[in-house]
């Protein structure tokens, strides 16, 4: 059984950073592409990044988060993460991990949510003074 579990979340102020993490289990960790989404209440669900799989060499991000944002894979670790710098009041939003059906991403903007059938629980991160 795929299981993704979210962690890392937290408040933090506006500039501040936060690294998200995502620990994988049930699957080939490697095999698969990844990504970040997130959603605020009552908002579409956005897709933040996505991270090819094997050592994770393409990347791709939404450009409300480019140059700001940073994802990785740790395959050892059967871990994905998202690190959160220079930090906005709108990014306040529940993070979510999803795993794609494939090795790459696809990586046409905006990122689709059909591409990634498992998810994980969420996490919570709150930017505000």
């Known amino acids: 059984e795929v299981q993704l579990v979210e962690s890392g979340g937290g408040l933090v102020q506006p500039g501040g950073s936060l690294r998200l993490s995502c620990a994988a289990s049930g699957f080939t960790f490697s095999s698969y592409a990844m990504g970040w989404f997130r959603q605020a209440p009552g908002k579409e669900r956005e897709g933040v990044s996505c991270?090819?799989?094997?050592?994770?060499?393409?990347?791709r991000y939404a450009d409300s988060v480019k140059g700001r944002f940073t994802i990785s894979r740790d395959n050892a670790k059967n871990t994905l993460y998202l690190q959160l710098n220079s930090l906005k009041t709108e990014d306040t939003d529940t993070y979510y991990c999803?795993?794609?059906?494939?090795?790459?991403?696809?990586?046409?903007?905006?990122?689709?949510?059909?591409?990634?059938?498992?998810w994980g629980q969420g996490t919570q991160v709150t930017v505000s003074s």
């Open positions: 991270i090819s799989g094997g050592s994770g060499s393409n990347t």
């Open positions: 999803a795993r794609t059906r494939t090795y790459w991403c696809n990586y046409a903007l905006p990122f689709k949510r059909d591409d990634y059938p498992y």
